[in-house]
């Protein structure tokens, strides 16, 4: 059987750029294993499967090439960008039905597209000194006033500040380390950031890095910058007015540099009452998978 998988890169306009996903439509009649099986030979850090929901507009199933996963941003930004281009999807909002809930995701007029995540849940704070042990820097380039931390807005990562974006590109990661401590605190990974970034053109720039899920370093992580987005928030980090869209950088030390936006809604009591992580897309190609 010859599955088409479509492949697209993620939180960029050029195909030099972003974070690779593939795209599987019409995936109903595949079973887990073989959606499995189809990510492992794509080999991208996620791919997407589509097919019908009872309870939402689309229901959608994501894999590493090991696990699948509850949520994936930049495969949910690729899939509705796709969705758009192929005239399936209009501007508006739609109902996607994932393993972390039912979540919305809105196309806009200008093509970016949007995912809401789940609201923030903070979890236990992390020893420093294992976590610099295992990025091999020292401990005082961790930031000295803010917490590293396990947040979720779907997936659980350890939120890791670092004191300057400097730190951010001598980090040599001790893949192992990062796969034990992660396992450990059931979390996917590490979210390494830096407030600020060296052009000044963004909120934050980070590194992000998944062994445990066979992914060594990724170059654009929805999931996470929503995370960091109410990480900054909790923290008194971002800049007023909240209701701002703000840019993150990542993939610029993989030379995949991509782009992602995030804003967050507040309610009365200064909460958070939605997150939304989006961006565009670019279409690299259409290939073609085997299955015996």
Same mark, same amino acid.
């Given at each position: 059987?010859?599955?088409?998988?479509?492949?697209?890169?993620?939180?960029?306009?050029?195909?030099?750029?972003?974070?690779?996903?593939?795209?599987?439509?019409? !995936?109903?009649?595949?079973? !887990?294993?073989?959606?499995?099986?189809?990510?492992?030979?794509? /080999?991208?850090?996620?791919?997407?499967?589509?097919?019908?929901? *009872?309870?939402?507009?689309?229901?959608?199933?994501?894999?590493? +090439?090991?696990?699948?996963? *509850?949520?994936? #941003?930049?495969?949910?930004?690729?899939? $509705?960008?796709?969705?758009?281009?192929?005239?399936?999807?209009?501007?508006?909002?739609?109902?996607?039905?994932?393993?972390? #809930?039912?979540?919305?995701?809105?196309?806009?007029?200008?093509?970016?597209?949007?995912?809401?995540?789940?609201?923030?849940?903070?979890?236990?704070?992390?020893?420093?000194?294992?976590?610099? *042990?295992?990025?091999?820097?020292?401990?005082?380039?961790?930031?000295?006033?803010?917490?590293? =931390?396990?947040?979720?807005? #779907?997936?659980?990562?350890?939120?890791?500040?670092?004191?300057?974006?400097?730190?951010?590109?001598?980090?040599?990661?001790?893949?192992?380390?990062? !796969?034990?401590?992660?396992?450990?605190?059931?979390?996917?990974?590490?979210?390494?950031? !830096?407030?600020?970034?060296?052009?000044?053109?963004?909120?934050?720039?980070?590194?992000?890095?998944?062994?445990?899920?066979?992914? +060594?370093?990724?170059?654009?992580?929805?999931?996470?910058?929503?995370?960091?987005?109410?990480?900054?928030?909790?923290?008194?980090?971002?800049?007023? +007015?909240?209701? =701002?869209? $703000?840019?993150?950088?990542?993939?610029?030390?993989?030379?995949?540099?991509?782009?992602?936006? /995030?804003?967050?809604?507040?309610?009365?009591?200064?909460?958070?009452?939605?997150?939304?992580?989006?961006?565009?897309?670019?279409?690299?190609?259409?290939?073609?998978?085997?299955?015996?």
């Amino acid at each position: 059987m010859e599955i088409e998988v479509i492949t697209l890169h993620a939180f960029s306009d050029i195909a030099e750029g972003g974070n690779p996903a593939g795209v599987v439509l019409q !995936a109903e009649h595949l079973s !887990a294993v073989q959606m499995q099986e189809i990510a492992r030979q794509v /080999g991208f850090s996620e791919t997407a499967f589509v097919m019908p929901s *009872d309870f939402a507009d689309y229901k959608v199933r994501f894999f590493t +090439p090991n696990h699948e996963v *509850d949520l994936c #941003g930049h495969a949910t930004v690729a899939l $509705f960008y796709l969705m758009k281009a192929e005239q399936m999807v209009d501007v508006g909002i739609y109902t996607l039905d994932t393993l972390a #809930g039912i979540l919305e995701v809105t196309v806009e007029k200008s093509g970016e597209v949007y995912l809401s995540q789940t609201l923030p849940q903070f979890g236990e704070l992390v020893n420093r000194q294992d976590i610099a *042990d295992s990025l091999q820097i020292l401990l005082q380039d961790l930031h000295p006033e803010l917490p590293v =931390q396990i947040v979720s807005t #779907g997936l659980r990562d350890i939120l890791i500040p670092v004191r300057h974006p400097d730190v951010l590109a001598v980090i040599n990661p001790d893949l192992r380390a990062i !796969a034990d401590i992660s396992k450990a605190h059931q979390v996917v990974g590490y979210h390494v950031f !830096a407030i600020g970034a060296q052009d000044n053109a963004a909120l934050a720039e980070c590194r992000n890095f998944a062994p445990l899920y066979d992914i +060594p370093e990724e170059s654009a992580t929805g999931t996470s910058n929503g995370a960091l987005l109410c990480y900054l928030h909790k923290y008194e980090q971002l800049p007023a +007015p909240h209701d =701002q869209t $703000f840019t993150i950088k990542q993939g610029y030390t993989m030379n995949r540099p991509s782009k992602i936006q /995030g804003r967050i809604s507040l309610g009365n009591s200064n909460e958070i009452t939605q997150v939304q992580i989006g961006g565009v897309a670019v279409h690299i190609e259409n290939i073609q998978i085997h299955l015996s």
